[in-house]
């Protein structure tokens, strides 16, 4: 079996994370949203060889994650989880592109060695970004924001539901499993003869749950329409935080900021 | 409170597999009534239960409540005037957090903000939950779970309050506060419960249901006196009501 | 299969992005105008259901490794195509927010390759056809084989495209194509199977549950399940080992045709139709020939392309992926054709009495 315990506790932890109170956690839901997709944007869209201009990127999770108070023991095991996948497709790049891009000395660097790396900081700066947003933000409010940005209700109320009903399912999944584990006395993992039985009991017990749940909104008077969430609108800090950060993408993006520093310093120390 | 009563007349209902669930039952319920329904397993407590907001709708036979008839077209008044508490509060905490499930029945009656803040804040402070408005439903214990849910029917703003195995799951604490709280109320009661000792605690009247019949309708302590009655009906005496184990031999009633 | 932000360039992101939120957005005004107003509940409690069921494993038969339900054809059989393209999404949505499992501009990507292809192509279009009650016969086992073989390839090859579309991998079409497509083949027999088993079991207790109703008691041991899955072996056997085998010698028709005139293929003639069209197939044909065409000239950086395959390997790799992705695509073909006829012959059996 997955972690499922593991996969509770990730949940109540950014939970926690998204809750607390700082300049970040106060920032309207829909710029953390915007802002956070242009970084992501601005990042992918150089070519793949990029290296230097992509590492000043690295200061937006970091002013982030440091006024947002999330911790970056956090965010570094995030990333240790996700980048093995990307090297098992980036590591393709140095078996097809060998093509000589770089020589150090007599250290010669191909070009799929430099697009493998490209990938692995790409990876970095996105990962970060998207578990930033969701612990300074809350997926209640990232559904809310949704919605008042246009996407539609019977999406974003459904998003709410699956959120709420996924401590329920998954903690019956561990009573589940544990009781699987107790009665197998193998100790190996269950056929697919087993399974069927097992989930599809499940199923049918979460269905009636559903049509549970319905009869209680029904007996507190719904009538298939839920209210719209209404808009709020923006103030200056908010404004400012995106017109700001999309400034500096801006910049960064067409401004290798790493080559003018290090030619500022070597001018300096010349 | 106003004085809306509940009339159920002849009422039958069987399940679309063809089980018979309910036959012939019939009772009258006065306003401020605290009313228990007992029986077995499988006696159609819950089935008799969720015809009293129209979420069942009679095969045959009719229930009112004051002058209006359970019909498919007086669902919302009904509903409005009967609040439901259900088994398993999780079915009924499906909101992001507690301010808002108990802020939906409100926002459904159509009703102001102001109102709707109002309401949803007095029916927090009865249950005593109102320090958990903001949190999500699963950070919550069983208890808290319990009240919060009575706190989403309160807000309503009904006259009569049926709940389905109020105590079912709870520790000493949170059923001596879940008590206390039910006898604070003066609406009208309905509580379909296998906990004896709280309906000896909060009714004054029982029905039992036996094999979707009623079997007796009557003051508490006349029914649970009825021994034979009990048995027939798969039911036992309340403990608190047992004589003591030294002058009675072992005590059980067989 | 969840594609990452580092893998992808804007182009693609914002284009997959547009059309997955399209889908959402025609998917949401079909449930906001239905009656049945559980499915709300109903499917954000599916998709939590989906989410807890994708974390337990089983083990595959006959090979050691695991698996897990991925649900797209189950939540389609239980809800309908649009219900089930919101459900999967929603959850996919989750799956990158809290767990980065798939970037948050490739959402759009995994939206369209894991959620579009059950939803709209393997349940409509594949496996209610084949689920027929009226009919008489009820292939539940291969229909939700097939339907999720063929989702599952289609998306998979969907993730080639846009992968090698983005520029950003440089693993060439050819090799990706070849990795991919046989492990979906296997995911998508075990996913069909799975699902088929568990749409079963739910059938018996809760008839009303399932839309397209079939008869149980045709489920179990039925002959064209082994008839389906036979024909499926023999297509991964013909496609895939023995095309690496097969000689590079002119087959059958060319091969009377080089006796006949001396040369190899008759060359049409230069001008008119006939030349515009060959220049047409030429353009279409992925598989002109049999092997791959060179790819080479797509991108610049493959200037100094040095493989370490050589022609020959090159050649048995083109090979035997054209014969799998050929025998893919002949056997999507054959249920297609096979499907269209059906309904003819149910067309006709309904005009007589």
Request: with cysteine.
């Given at each position: 079996?997955?972690?499922?315990?593991?996969?509770?506790l990730?949940?109540?932890?950014?939970?926690l994370?998204?809750?607390?109170?700082?300049?970040?956690?106060?920032?309207?839901?829909?710029?953390?949203?915007?802002?956070?997709l242009?970084?992501?944007?601005?990042?992918?869209?150089?070519?793949n060889?990029?290296i230097?201009?992509?590492?000043?990127?690295?200061?937006?999770?970091a002013?982030?994650?440091?006024?947002?108070?999330?911790?970056?023991?956090?965010?570094?095991?995030?990333?240790?989880?996700?980048?093995?996948?990307?090297?098992?497709?980036?590591?393709?790049?140095?078996?097809?592109?060998?093509?000589?891009?770089?020589?150090?000395?007599?250290?010669?660097?191909?070009?799929?060695?430099?697009?493998?790396?490209?990938?692995?900081?790409?990876?970095?700066?996105?990962?970060?970004?998207?578990?930033?947003?969701?612990?300074?933000?809350?997926?209640?409010?990232?559904?809310?924001?949704?919605?008042?940005?246009?996407?539609?209700?019977?999406?974003?109320?459904?998003?709410?539901?699956?959120?709420?009903?996924?401590?329920?399912?998954?903690?019956e999944?561990?009573?589940?499993?544990?009781?699987y584990?107790?009665?197998s006395?193998?100790?190996?993992?269950?056929?697919?003869?087993?399974?069927?039985?097992?989930?599809?009991?499940?199923?049918?017990?979460?269905?009636?749950?559903?049509?549970?749940?319905?009869?209680?909104?029904?007996s507190?008077?719904y009538?298939?329409v839920?209210?719209?969430i209404?808009?709020?609108?923006?103030?200056?800090?908010d404004?400012?935080?995106?017109?700001?950060?999309?400034?500096?993408?801006?910049?960064?993006?067409?401004?290798?900021?790493?080559?003018?520093?290090?030619?500022?310093?070597t001018?300096?120390v010349? | 409170?106003?004085?809306?009563?509940?009339?159920?007349?002849?009422?039958?209902?069987?399940?679309?597999?063809?089980?018979?669930?309910?036959?012939?039952?019939?009772?009258?319920?006065?306003?401020?009534?605290?009313?228990?329904?007992?029986?077995?397993?499988?006696?159609?407590?819950?089935?008799?239960l969720?015809?009293?907001?129209?979420?069942l709708?009679?095969?045959?036979?009719?229930?009112?409540?004051?002058?209006?008839?359970?019909?498919?077209?007086?669902?919302?008044?009904?509903?409005?005037m009967?609040?439901?508490?259900?088994?398993?509060p999780?079915?009924?905490?499906?909101?992001?957090?507690?301010?808002e499930?108990?802020?939906?029945?409100?926002?459904?009656?159509?009703?102001?903000?102001?109102?709707?803040k109002?309401?949803?804040?007095?029916?927090?402070?009865?249950?005593?939950?109102?320090?958990?408005?903001?949190?999500?439903?699963?950070?919550?214990?069983?208890?808290?779970?319990?009240?919060?849910?009575?706190?989403?029917?309160?807000?309503?703003?009904?006259?009569?309050?049926?709940?389905?195995?109020?105590?079912?799951?709870?520790?000493?604490?949170?059923?001596?506060?879940?008590?206390?709280?039910?006898?604070?109320?003066?609406?009208t009661?309905?509580?379909?419960?296998?906990?004896?000792?709280?309906?000896?605690?909060?009714?004054?009247?029982?029905?039992?249901?036996?094999?979707?019949?009623?079997?007796?309708?009557?003051?508490?302590?006349?029914?649970?006196?009825?021994?034979?009655?009990?048995?027939?009906?798969?039911?036992?005496?309340?403990?608190?009501?047992?004589?003591?184990?030294?002058?009675?031999?072992?005590?059980?009633?067989? | 299969?969840?594609?990452?932000?580092?893998?992808?360039?804007?182009?693609?992101?914002?284009?997959l992005?547009?059309?997955?939120?399209?889908?959402?957005?025609?998917?949401?005004?079909?449930?906001?105008?239905?009656?049945?107003?559980?499915?709300?509940p109903?499917?954000?409690?599916?998709?939590?259901?989906?989410?807890?069921?994708?974390?337990?494993?089983?083990?595959?038969?006959?090979?050691?490794?695991?698996?897990?339900?991925?649900?797209?054809?189950?939540?389609?059989?239980?809800?309908?195509?649009?219900?089930?393209?919101?459900?999967?999404?929603?959850?996919?949505?989750?799956?990158a927010?809290?767990?980065?499992?798939?970037?948050?501009?490739?959402?759009?990507?995994?939206?369209?390759?894991?959620?579009?292809?059950?939803?709209?192509?393997?349940?409509?279009?594949?496996?209610?056809?084949?689920?027929?009650?009226?009919?008489?016969?009820?292939?539940?086992?291969?229909?939700?084989?097939?339907?999720?073989?063929?989702?599952?390839?289609?998306?998979?090859?969907?993730?080639?495209?846009?992968?090698?579309?983005?520029g950003?991998?440089?693993?060439?079409?050819?090799?990706?194509?070849?990795?991919?497509?046989?492990?979906?083949?296997?995911?998508?027999?075990?996913?069909?199977?799975?699902?088929?088993?568990v749409i079963?079991?739910?059938?018996?207790?809760?008839?009303?549950?399932?839309?397209?109703?079939?008869?149980?008691?045709?489920?179990?041991?039925y002959?064209v399940?082994?008839?389906?899955?036979?024909?499926?072996?023999?297509t991964?056997?013909?496609?895939?080992?023995?095309?690496?085998?097969?000689?590079?010698a002119?087959?059958g028709?060319?091969?009377?045709?080089?006796?006949?005139?001396?040369?190899?293929?008759?060359?049409?003639?230069?001008?008119?139709?006939?030349?515009?069209?060959?220049k047409?197939?030429?353009?279409?044909?992925?598989l002109?020939?049999?092997?791959?065409?060179?790819?080479?000239?797509?991108?610049?950086?493959?200037?100094?392309?040095?493989?370490?395959?050589?022609?020959?390997?090159k050649?048995?790799?083109?090979?035997?992926?054209s014969?799998?992705?050929?025998?893919?695509?002949?056997?999507?073909?054959s249920?297609?054709?096979?499907?269209?006829?059906?309904?003819k012959?149910?067309?006709?059996?309904?005009?007589k009495?």
């Amino acid at each position: 079996m997955q972690n499922i315990e593991g996969t509770l506790l990730n949940f109540r932890r950014i939970d926690l994370l998204a809750s607390e109170n700082s300049f970040i956690h106060r920032i309207d839901a829909r710029v953390k949203i915007l802002v956070t997709l242009f970084f992501i944007f601005s990042v992918i869209s150089f070519n793949n060889h990029e290296i230097s201009a992509l590492l000043p990127f690295f200061i937006f999770p970091a002013a982030v994650s440091t006024l947002g108070k999330i911790p970056f023991s956090y965010i570094l095991k995030k990333l240790i989880l996700i980048l093995p996948f990307a090297v098992m497709i980036g590591i393709f790049n140095p078996l097809f592109d060998r093509h000589v891009l770089v020589s150090i000395g007599s250290i010669e660097i191909t070009g799929g060695w430099i697009s493998l790396l490209s990938i692995i900081i790409r990876t970095m700066l996105t990962v970060s970004a998207g578990v930033i947003l969701v612990c300074v933000t809350g997926f209640n409010t990232i559904c809310q924001a949704l919605n008042q940005m246009g996407i539609p209700q019977p999406f974003t109320t459904q998003l709410f539901f699956l959120y709420r009903y996924i401590f329920v399912l998954a903690e019956e999944v561990c009573s589940i499993s544990n009781a699987y584990r107790l009665r197998s006395v193998t100790g190996r993992r269950m056929g697919i003869s087993t399974f069927t039985p097992l989930l599809g009991n499940l199923l049918l017990r979460t269905w009636e749950r559903a049509e549970r749940i319905h009869l209680s909104m029904l007996s507190r008077g719904y009538n298939g329409v839920f209210n719209k969430i209404p808009v709020t609108p923006l103030n200056r800090t908010d404004l400012k935080f995106l017109f700001g950060w999309s400034f500096i993408f801006i910049v960064l993006r067409f401004n290798n900021l790493s080559v003018f520093l290090g030619r500022l310093i070597t001018g300096i120390v010349e | 409170m106003t004085n809306s009563s509940i009339s159920i007349n002849q009422l039958c209902f069987s399940y679309p597999d063809g089980t018979t669930a309910l036959h012939e039952v019939s009772a009258n319920i006065c306003a401020g009534e605290a009313v228990a329904i007992i029986g077995a397993n499988g006696a159609g407590k819950s089935t008799l239960l969720l015809h009293l907001n129209g979420c069942l709708l009679p095969a045959n036979g009719d229930i009112k409540i004051g002058a209006i008839e359970i019909t498919k077209k007086s669902l919302s008044d009904i509903r409005s005037m009967v609040g439901m508490v259900f088994q398993n509060p999780d079915d009924q905490l499906f909101m992001p957090t507690v301010y808002e499930d108990v802020a939906f029945g409100p926002l459904n009656q159509g009703l102001t903000p102001e109102e709707i803040k109002k309401r949803t804040e007095k029916a927090l402070l009865d249950v005593d939950a109102l320090q958990l408005q903001d949190k999500p439903p699963y950070q919550l214990s069983g208890g808290e779970k319990r009240r919060v849910a009575i706190a989403t029917v309160l807000s309503m703003s009904p006259e009569i309050l049926v709940l389905d195995e109020p105590t079912t799951g709870l520790d000493a604490l949170g059923r001596r506060q879940l008590i206390s709280l039910l006898k604070g109320l003066n609406h009208t009661l309905i509580l379909a419960t296998h906990d004896l000792e709280l309906v000896l605690e909060l009714c004054n009247r029982v029905i039992v249901l036996h094999q979707g019949r009623i079997a007796a309708d009557g003051p508490a302590a006349e029914i649970f006196q009825n021994l034979d009655l009990l048995k027939q009906t798969h039911l036992e005496q309340p403990l608190s009501l047992r004589g003591c184990p030294k002058c009675v031999g072992n005590g059980v009633q067989s | 299969m969840h594609m990452s932000d580092a893998l992808i360039s804007p182009a693609v992101g914002s284009t997959l992005w547009v059309i997955s939120a399209g889908t959402i957005a025609y998917c949401s005004s079909k449930i906001g105008k239905e009656s049945d107003e559980r499915k709300t509940p109903m499917m954000g409690v599916l998709g939590a259901f989906i989410f807890a069921a994708q974390m337990i494993n089983f083990s595959i038969p006959l090979t050691g490794s695991s698996g897990h339900l991925g649900g797209g054809l189950l939540l389609a059989i239980l809800l309908g195509p649009h219900a089930a393209f919101l459900t999967i999404s929603s959850v996919l949505v989750i799956q990158a927010l809290f767990f980065a499992d798939g970037g948050l501009i490739a959402l759009g990507c995994n939206i369209f390759n894991l959620g579009f292809f059950p939803a709209f192509i393997g349940y409509p279009l594949i496996y209610k056809p084949l689920v027929n009650k009226k009919s008489g016969v009820s292939p539940i086992v291969p229909a939700a084989v097939i339907a999720a073989i063929i989702s599952l390839q289609m998306g998979a090859f969907a993730v080639v495209l846009e992968t090698v579309a983005s520029g950003i991998s440089e693993l060439p079409f050819t090799t990706f194509i070849s990795l991919m497509q046989p492990i979906h083949l296997a995911i998508g027999l075990v996913e069909g199977v799975v699902t088929a088993a568990v749409i079963s079991f739910v059938y018996k207790a809760r008839p009303d549950l399932i839309r397209t109703p079939f008869s149980p008691a045709t489920t179990s041991g039925y002959p064209v399940r082994n008839i389906a899955l036979f024909f499926l072996v023999v297509t991964i056997l013909t496609g895939g080992v023995l095309s690496w085998f097969a000689s590079k010698a002119p087959d059958g028709l060319e091969w009377s045709i080089s006796k006949v005139t001396g040369k190899e293929e008759l060359k049409g003639p230069e001008h008119g139709i006939y030349a515009a069209v060959s220049k047409l197939q030429d353009k279409i044909a992925i598989l002109p020939d049999y092997s791959f065409r060179n790819t080479d000239e797509t991108v610049i950086n493959h200037a100094n392309f040095t493989s370490k395959l050589s022609t020959e390997e090159k050649s048995r790799l083109g090979k035997s992926t054209s014969g799998l992705v050929g025998g893919a695509m002949t056997l999507a073909l054959s249920m297609l054709v096979g499907f269209f006829l059906r309904k003819k012959t149910l067309q006709t059996s309904k005009i007589k009495p």
